[in-house]
């Protein structure tokens, strides 16, 4: 009965919303006077940065991205709240086989190194801070895997976190008291397509690949335990 | 237009999970299908046919090659929204967990809706 | 003299980012930040008022003129809303001081001045995806801050919050994907003027999906089923912000897609007939409520129905009374559920029958508590009474003398619901072995400015009301909203 109703509500939606995307059409320039083509046409000029998903994510819409990076940091914060104990406890994992072990020994460092580059190359190629960051954490959980016993300390990781997070802000408000605006570019562009260009895009995403990296590390080692 | 149909089933499911099914956990991935589902539709949205990613990584490219970047980075920020809430959800099921010793939601419902 | 009002969004997420290493320094000095931070926010308001109330002070962020970048739009409308969050938070972080003794508590402080940025970013910003990402750091911290107490109800009360949250933000980021693929552009005044050349069919169902999506948090039927159980188990200072903060950015979102974005005249009544349906649902469903917490959860959602109702006529008069009645709600709710939560405290229970007697016990706080059901259920000349007859007058007047009069009905459940419980405090005889202690000076000073500002809007009702016409007028005309903000891209 549930079933049947829920099928029923399903296709109601289902059919309206197939029906109103198909009016959109699908793989051509639709909109002549859009944002996404002036970005296209200007981006490079104004931002310096050569991969334009970048230059829209951390300078065109940085303020979004702040948001999201406090989107993050209030999920971390909301974990550690929820699953808070006076005496935190071990949540039952197992060993992995010394296949496992010697491999992830071996990857994680290079894992890491992936990571870095990754976001320290985000205005160059495809990647960013949140892309490095969630590479990171990846390497952590595999390390998660294999070692029972393997833990990071919190009190680094929220470090890292808050200070990423405070220069994010201050480079932000460097902006509005040296600039012309809140997180507006107060640094030379440089030359296109090199390691150091696209003024503070860089800085930012190096930044957020910090943050984003603790604090996926920090999700995941408190799900494994009760934190204090 | 495939991939309209393919987000949009994505989404179906996923409101299906959250739904019809008892189990919190898989409830939850069902939260996750319908942000996926999303993704997939913005970033189809903005897909324009025959161009390429929007990176000058050669100097042969022009603004004319490019499919739009907004899309591209509005699905970044809505991927780390929705990891954001999964991380929350699951800490509250483990919560739940804690309490109860059950995943069923039915077996726990004691407030009203 | 006011800063950057770009300030006001990234002080509190610098303060939150740096409440970590502040906690290991001094833990007592934690409550302290967000009474410091969102006393900024509220003297920033305050002094910006003045100018938005003449043209729209638009603030350009990232140095790119609309619509190119993000952009803050702080017209008469966002600011008298942005100044109401500001003190409704500055109030209920005074009460925090002395409220949350217990660990992790910095984190609760944290959580709570995103909780109020979140709010103040939805109402300022000018760019609807960035409305979204407000709309998720609020409602995120709210996830985490229902579930705070870490007890089995809170925590189911939550999941059941983040399920229906995380659907409302699907229809949501649909909506905003619906406007984007169709006119090319975020910023909300680009989009009033590009929306007439859309699809009608495509832009009925980007209005349907945001409608939904913010109605939600607006506390709209049938959407609000996560209202009560959140009002109920969170903590009670999160309560109150509730029904001061979140609504309130959730109905802002709503006036402003109805009013600004969409020109389509039938979502008036819609609107109108889903704000009596709320109303008369929320009403009849107080009433039969047991425990006092979840009373004036209903109570809440049967206001905002009122609220839409006003803003469902769509006339100068009318909206001027629904943002009257915002406001009043925004201070009169927060001074009964803070002063609900001692009662509840001090009884030992969440059951109104055990309130029996509280009014010779504390007779401060049940008065505080009575002042308030006596100014929400509008007995004149308490400000409760203008905003509602406002409304119902302007109702009247429109021809729907059917919904006036179930209004009024709903009004007159509502007072039969407030009175039982005043009556209860007062004239019964107290239980046997209450715990009674003193009331934190913090919370008194709490309520005590929530009870004056009431107290001050119900005598001279046209000192609030000077403001709120600017800001009704830029709802009905959004020439100017428009035109201020694509003047700045020049």
């Keep these: ?228 | 237009m495939i991939y309209y149909i393919a987000a949009i089933s994505l989404i179906l499911i996923g409101i299906y999970a959250v739904l019809v099914k008892k189990n919190m956990v898989k409830i939850v991935l069902g939260l996750t299908l319908i942000d996926s589902g999303v993704n997939i539709l913005i970033v189809s949205l903005g897909y324009i046919q025959g161009k390429t990613a929007p990176i000058f990584s050669n100097p042969t490219l022009t603004a004319q090659d490019m499919v739009d970047p907004v899309p591209q980075a509005l699905v970044l920020t809505a991927i780390v929204i929705g990891v954001a809430v999964t991380a929350l959800a699951l800490s509250i099921v483990i919560r739940i967990y804690d309490h109860h010793k059950t995943l069923n939601i039915n077996k726990i419902r004691e407030l009203k809706w | ?490």
């Design chain 1, 1 to 228: 009965m549930r079933k049947a109703i829920a099928v029923l509500f399903l296709g109601f939606i289902g059919y309206y919303l197939l029906s109103t995307f198909l009016l959109v059409p699908f793989g051509v320039v639709r909109v002549l006077e859009g944002v996404g083509l002036k970005y296209l046409q200007d981006g490079l000029q104004q931002t310096g940065a050569a991969n334009l998903v970048t230059s829209i994510v951390v300078n065109y819409r940085g303020f979004d991205t702040l948001g999201e990076v406090t989107v993050l940091f209030l999920a971390a914060t909301g974990m550690g709240a929820l699953l808070y104990s006076k005496r935190p406890t071990e949540r039952a994992r197992q060993n992995a086989s010394i296949i496992v072990k010697t491999g992830a020994r071996i990857l994680f460092p290079l894992i890491i190194i992936l990571g870095a580059y990754v976001f320290i190359h985000g205005h160059l190629t495809p990647g960013g801070g949140f892309q490095g960051g969630a590479i990171i954490a990846s390497g952590f959980l595999l390390m998660f895997m294999s070692y029972r016993t393997y833990h990071v300390n919190h009190v680094i990781l929220s470090r890292v976190e808050s200070s990423a997070g405070s220069v994010f802000v201050i480079i932000g408000l460097l902006g509005l008291a040296y600039g012309s605006s809140f997180l507006a570019n107060i640094l030379p562009l440089g030359t296109v397509n090199t390691l150091f260009s696209a003024g503070v895009i860089p800085l930012i995403y190096v930044a957020v690949g910090f943050k984003v990296g603790a604090e996926l590390t920090a999700l995941l080692d408190t799900m494994l335990q009760t934190v204090k």
């Design chain 3, 1 to 490: 003299m006011y800063l950057d009002p770009v300030l006001m969004i990234a002080l509190p997420l610098f303060a939150a980012f740096l409440i970590p290493p502040l906690a290991r320094i001094s833990k007592g000095l934690v409550k302290y930040v967000p009474v410091l931070i969102i006393g900024f926010n509220l003297y920033e308001m305050v002094m910006l008022l003045p100018h938005s109330m003449v043209k729209p002070v638009i603030v350009v962020i990232a140095a790119w003129a609309p619509p190119l970048g993000i952009n803050l739009t702080i017209g008469p409308l966002g600011n008298i809303l942005a100044l109401i969050i500001s003190l409704v938070g500055f109030v209920v972080a005074i009460y925090n001081i002395r409220f949350m003794e217990e660990e992790p508590n910095e984190k609760y402080h944290m959580l709570f001045l995103l909780l109020t940025a979140g709010a103040t970013g939805m109402v300022l910003t000018g760019d609807i995806f960035n409305m979204f990402v407000f709309l998720e750091i609020t409602s995120i911290s709210s996830y985490a801050l229902t579930a705070f107490l870490r007890d089995r109800d809170g925590a189911e009360a939550a999941f059941k919050y983040l399920l229906i949250g995380s659907l409302a933000s699907t229809f949501i980021l649909l909506g905003i994907a619906l406007i984007y693929a169709t006119t090319g552009t975020l910023n909300m005044a680009q989009i009033a003027v590009r929306i007439k050349d859309v699809d009608p069919r495509i832009a009925i169902m980007a209005l349907i999906l945001l409608v939904t999506g913010f109605g939600i948090e607006a506390e709209m039927f049938p959407l609000n089923g996560w209202a009560p159980d959140a009002y109920s188990q969170a903590p009670t200072p999160i309560g109150a912000a509730f029904g001061g903060i979140v609504v309130k950015a959730g109905v802002y979102a709503l006036a402003r897609l109805v009013y600004t974005i969409f020109d389509f005249q039938g979502i008036f009544h819609f609107i109108l007939i889903a704000g009596i349906i709320t109303l008369l649902i929320a009403e009849m469903s107080a009433i039969r409520q047991k425990q006092l917490k979840r009373m004036l959860a209903f109570s809440s959602i049967g206001q905002m129905g009122l609220v839409l109702i006003a803003l469902g006529l769509a006339t100068t008069r009318g909206v001027e009374g629904g943002l009257f009645q915002m406001f009043n709600h925004a201070m009169i709710k927060p001074l009964l559920f803070l002063s609900a939560g001692y009662l509840v405290f001090y009884s030992g229970s969440k059951n109104i029958e055990d309130m029996d007697g509280m009014g010779r016990v504390k007779p401060l706080l049940s008065f505080f508590f009575a002042f308030g059901a006596f100014a929400i259920l509008g007995l004149p000349p308490l400000s409760g009474f203008w905003s509602k007859f406002i409304i119902l007058s302007e109702t009247i007047r429109n021809g729907f003398i059917a919904i006036a009069a179930l209004a009024l009905f709903g009004s007159i459940i509502e007072a039969v619901y407030y009175l039982r419980v005043v009556g209860r405090l007062y004239f019964k005889a107290p239980h046997e072995g209450l715990h009674v202690q003193y009331v934190p000076k913090s919370a008194l000073v709490a309520m005590g400015i929530l009870a004056i500002i009431t107290l001050i809007a119900g005598l001279y009702p046209d000192f609030v009301m000077v403001y709120l016409k600017p800001a009704a007028a830029e709802l009905l005309d959004k020439t100017v909203y428009i035109k201020s903000v694509l003047m700045a891209g020049l």
